[in-house]
């Protein structure tokens, strides 16, 4: 039986001492509980070294939200997966939806950076998820291909092994809505069908399917007993310490279930 996984992606929130209060009260709800689960944190840059520096006394991880696909030098204001690494980052986010749609980064950028984390021996969480009007027209699945071909299936198989995907809606970020667990199930299915059609039963089984969207305390325990959901990616609700802590209780119980 696989362990979950359960990230928060804090996004643009939170000044240094606020964000300094919600690691605290995280790692000392994270105290008093045996965990299966592996809990990886992803604040804004500037917090990453404070992060790394109280998850030594706690068992989550830290990763980052976003990485530059250039390797080093005179890019102003970008930053770069060795400094994510020297930083304490373990993991990274790439190609969230809203990297997608507001920062226009393409396929091609998050093939790099997904290349660069990789050779920092960053784990990528890459994002992947179809618009409203894309479901709506059926095209779900061809969407989820057609990110899943063009930023990961140049990778080896020893690569891929270390990617985590996530499935995120982009009509349930941030939105309250979230998919049915049906729905949710269905395209992580899909997910791993495509892996497996291209780098074997084993790597598609050991691969880590994410579910993100509106996931909160309530749906949290519905989404994650579905079988190929294999924990979460979790926005609003990792701000608050106290729900993010009763999402990580939720996959607890279902490997407890299981
Ligand atoms: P949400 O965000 O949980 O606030 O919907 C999830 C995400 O964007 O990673």
Known sequence: MKNKIVAG??????TFPEAEELLVAIAEGLDDMTLETDVIICPPFPYLEMAADISEESNFTVGAQNVSYMDKGAYTGEVSAAMLKSAGADTCIVGHSERRAYFKETDEELAKKVNLLLANDIVPIFCVGEQKSERENGETFNVIRRQITQGLFHLKKEEIAQVIIAYE???????????????AQEVHAFIRQLIE????TETAYNMYILYGGSCNPGNALELFSCTDVDGGLIGGASLKAEDFIAIIN??????KND
């Not at 809606?169 to 729905?183: D, H, M, N």
């Open 169 to 183: 809606p982009v009509w349930a970020i941030g939105t309250g809505l979230t998919a049915t667990p049906q729905q």
């Open 197 to 200: 059609e291209k780098y074997g």
């Open 250 to 255: 939720a996959a607890e119980t279902c490997m």
């Open 9 to 14: 992606n804090w996004k643009m929130n939170k």
